[in-house]
């Protein structure tokens, strides 16, 4: 059974920093893309990075680029989202998924597996 379970979440100040993780499990990940997404109050579920589990290709939202960096480690089948000065409107509940899938633009994919979620609270 697949499960990806995701940790790392909390309440930060502005310009403060969070690292997120996100423990895989149940199969292997080598032709998948780990992608982590987030959801805001009253918003609709968005993408923030993506990563390709085999070569480490990255991908990010335009709003998160420079801010965050997601990273992957094989050894301990885990995905991590750096999230540097962080801001307000980066508050939101935090989703890590899985997608097989090798190639570029995932963010507009049908995810296979997706993690409960980790909440990240920015405030002013």
């Known amino acids: 059974q697949v499960q990806l379970v995701e940790s790392g979440g909390g309440l930060v100040q502005t310009g403060g920093s969070l690292r997120l993780s996100c423990a895989a499990s149940g199969r292997s990940f080598s032709r998948h893309t780990m992608t982590w997404f987030r959801q805001g109050p009253g918003k609709e579920r968005e993408f923030v990075a993506a990563?390709?589990?085999?070569?480490?290709?990255?991908y990010y939202a335009d709003s998160v680029k420079g801010r965050f960096t997601i990273s992957r480690d094989k050894a301990k089948n885990a995905v991590y989202l750096q999230m540097n000065s962080l801001r307000p409107e980066d508050t939101a509940v935090y989703y890590c998924a899985a997608k097989y899938y090798t190639g570029d633009y995932p963010e507009g994919l049908q995810y296979d597996y997706w993690g409960q979620g980790t909440q990240v609270t920015v405030s002013s």
């Open positions: 990563i390709n589990w085999s070569d480490g290709r990255t």
